[in-house]
């Protein structure tokens, strides 16, 4: 909190008191005290590791907003493992977050094999696209206004 304060401070002595100062972290993390400090909240909102099954995913991640204690910035969002889980949820969230405006981009745009490690397979497989740059999911058609 002490390092958010002082970001602030240097924000505003540079003159741009304008722009928001904020951490980003997982929702566990979105809370007091450190909400108290911030302009909003960068939240790394997950329903796969929240445990939403993916019927609800979209759904837990409007509700987690619609809850939250501070304005906040959608700083990582995804559901990984296989391509119907990918596609449930970007039919589900990705035409939402567009009619409703809100500013996001997608973790991450390639899987990223080199976070595979024992126990955590999960994390090399993120992507839109594979490692050699083919579409994996069939993207929704509801493009952002």
Do not use: Q, R
């Not at 409007?62 to 969002?77: F, G, H, Q, R, T």
Request: aromatic fraction near 14%; charged fraction near 20%.
């Amino acid at each position: 909190m002490a390092h958010v304060a002082d970001v602030k401070a240097k924000v505003v002595a540079a003159g741009h008191a304008d722009i928001p100062v904020f951490t980003s972290d997982l929702e566990s993390a979105n809370k007091p005290p450190l909400t108290n400090h911030e302009d909003k909240a960068g939240v790394n909102l997950h329903p796969f590791f929240s445990g939403a099954p993916v019927s609800e995913a979209a759904a837990w991640f409007w509700k987690y907003l619609e809850e939250s204690v501070a304005p906040v910035v959608n700083s990582e969002n995804t559901n990984p493992i296989d391509i119907w889980i990918t596609e449930t949820f970007l039919d589900t969230w990705l035409c939402d977050a567009n009619t409703k405006k809100l500013p996001y981009y997608y973790f991450e745009f390639f899987d990223a094999p080199w976070k595979i490690w024992p126990g955590h397979a999960v994390e090399g497989f993120w992507g839109l696209l594979t490692i050699d740059k083919k579409l994996k999911v069939k993207l929704p058609d509801c493009l952002a206004s």
